[in-house]
């Protein structure tokens, strides 16, 4: 009886240790994001294995984010967001949604939506979720990939229709007390304006 009460106790150690290590990566990337105040890095967005964009990134705390892209920007403020496309000299303005899982919501895509997900695989710098029963959050799975200094290098989303989106990470520059005025838009008078919100 103490042989299987011994066994037992030894099983659930074991499986305990190894859920706690598959949560790493993530607890590794939100504690780096956390101590952070702002980001930039360089991008690259796949459709499948297709290079569709590449651009910088910006973050700055709390839900600050600009993309730049071609003849494109995005740019929110945490509440607002303003699409430009320079080419046709339009902007096109919309409500942030903090609860999206994008590019644009990278705060809550770091840390909000692993409590809602179960880790279905874990490596060193590599960790693959899918949303838990019931939950809905407008994808099947999310692969995110660490660098050596706890930045994501990598995010894959496969959604529910299975078309996978992938966005490479490179050349982070870390704290540079980026201003808030790149964070904000104001529209000029040669620009069309499409309010959505």
């Not at 990134?57 to 929110?76: A, D, H, P, Q, T």
């Not at 999206?100 to 179960?118: A, E, M, R």
Request: aromatic share 8%; hydrophobic share 35%.
């Amino acid at each position: 009886m103490k042989t299987l009460s011994t066994f037992v106790l030894t099983i659930i150690l074991v499986f305990t240790g190894a859920f706690s290590a598959r949560g790493q990566v993530i607890k590794s990337i939100q504690k780096k994001f956390n101590s952070l105040t702002d980001i930039s890095a360089t991008y690259s967005q796949y459709n499948g294995s297709k290079l569709i964009v590449t651009g910088t990134f910006s973050y700055k705390k709390v839900e600050k984010v600009r993309l730049s892209f071609g003849n494109n920007m995005i740019v929110s403020d945490g509440v607002t967001n303003w699409n430009i496309d320079k080419k046709q000299k339009k902007v096109i303005i919309s409500k942030f949604d903090k609860k999206s899982v994008s590019i644009l919501s990278v705060n809550h895509l770091i840390n909000v939506v692993p409590g809602d997900c179960d880790i279905v695989e874990s490596q060193k710098d590599k960790v693959v979720m899918t949303p838990k029963k019931g939950k809905m959050l407008g994808f099947r799975s999310v692969e995110i990939t660490k660098d050596s200094r706890d930045l994501i290098s990598s995010i894959k989303i496969e959604d529910n229709a299975k078309n996978i989106m992938k966005i490479d990470f490179s050349g982070y520059l870390l704290n540079k007390s980026l201003p808030d005025a790149d964070f904000s838009y104001k529209p000029t008078g040669d620009y069309k304006i499409v309010d959505l919100r």
